[in-house]
């Protein structure tokens, strides 16, 4: 199923993964080293994330972060449709 773009968006931008992730958990009140402790994803790759660094990761590494963030699986998955 996929999600309208308007959740993505900001300010007439379409948000990339990183910064839909960075928006999630700063509205969870989140820091990245307490998302890291949470998810075990380590801090290093959390922001590599969030910078665009990685714009693919590993959908284990996503699959720890949307529980985290209480994220439904697919409002990620448009990130990885071709």
Request: charged fraction near 30%; avoid cysteine.
């Amino acid at each position: 199923m996929l999600i309208p773009l308007l959740l993505f968006q900001e300010g007439g931008r379409i948000l990339t993964l990183g910064e839909f992730f960075r928006h999630r958990r700063l509205e969870k009140g989140l820091s990245l080293r307490k998302l890291a402790k949470l998810s075990g994803v380590y801090f290093s790759t959390l922001s590599r994330i969030e910078r665009g660094r990685n714009k693919h990761p590993e959908l284990r590494t996503v699959a720890a972060i949307i529980q985290v963030l209480d994220i439904p699986h697919e409002d990620v998955m448009i990130f990885y449709k071709k």
